[in-house]
């Protein structure tokens, strides 16, 4: 009997890297306006570059590329970057078709629902808050909730222990297999591939389901619970 569905939040919930992409997009053009005079194509190289060594939720990503650039921050550039990415990100952090509907559903059919993210805490709410998202959900574990990173078992126990459920009970569903469903799986709870969300081209994603459509969920839980 399923009591409860997980969700991963970043492609799974929002579209996190078009909102990502755009909101960079509107950053570097901005700095431009603003006095950067680089290429617009090496300014995004050089984000790139530091998203990969930092890590694509690191909060200050304009500030060491102006420091790489002048070895000090132009606060003028900084600023006109800043307001412009949160401008953009606003703008284009929307759920995925059919997210609302699916949620509220599964809160009719008495469904718990958790968050599972390895995003810094702060990042998690704002995004859950801005979408209205913030009192749907019973249970939201980040990794500073956690301490651990997906696939790690632990934010899949700590979720199901807020929830108060057991593994078998719960549906995990994400978009990425390396950690969303091995985690899941190694923990004993039932999987569900995000694939409308896949940004690796995952060809099995070894899920006990494959979505296309958050919608198909509701189907998915009445199947489990018909057994």
């Not at 600023?79 to 609302?100: D, F, K, M, N, T």
């Not at 958790?114 to 019973?138: C, M, Q």
């Not at 500073?144 to 807020?162: H, I, M, Y």
Request: no cysteine.
């Amino acid at each position: 009997m399923i009591k409860a569905v997980v969700f991963d939040l970043d492609n799974t919930l929002v579209d996190f890297m078009a909102m990502k992409r755009r909101a960079i997009d509107a950053a570097i053009q901005a700095m431009r306006d603003a006095g950067l005079k680089l290429p617009a194509d090496e300014i995004q190289a050089r984000i790139d570059e530091i998203y990969k060594l930092k890590g694509i939720e690191f909060q200050n990503v304009f500030d060491e590329l102006l420091y790489n650039e002048f070895s000090k921050i132009d606060y003028k550039i900084l600023s006109a970057g800043v307001i412009a990415y949160r401008r953009a990100r606003e703008a284009a952090l929307v759920p995925y078709p059919h997210v609302y509907m699916t949620l509220v559903e599964l809160t009719k059919m008495q469904m718990k629902l958790g968050v599972v993210s390895d995003a810094p805490a702060k990042e998690a709410w704002l995004r859950l808050t801005y979408l209205n998202f913030h009192h749907i959900f019973d249970a939201v574990i980040t990794f500073d909730d956690s301490g651990e990173r997906k696939p790690a078992p632990g934010p899949f126990r700590k979720v199901l222990q807020r929830l108060g459920v057991k593994p078998e009970e719960a549906l995990m569903v994400g978009d990425w297999a390396e950690r969303d469903v091995v985690g899941a799986k190694q923990v004993g709870m039932k999987t569900v591939f995000a694939r409308y969300g896949d940004t690796f081209g995952t060809v099995h994603s070894n899920a006990d389901y494959d979505i296309t459509d958050i919608g198909e969920l509701i189907s998915i839980v009445k199947k489990e619970n018909k057994r």
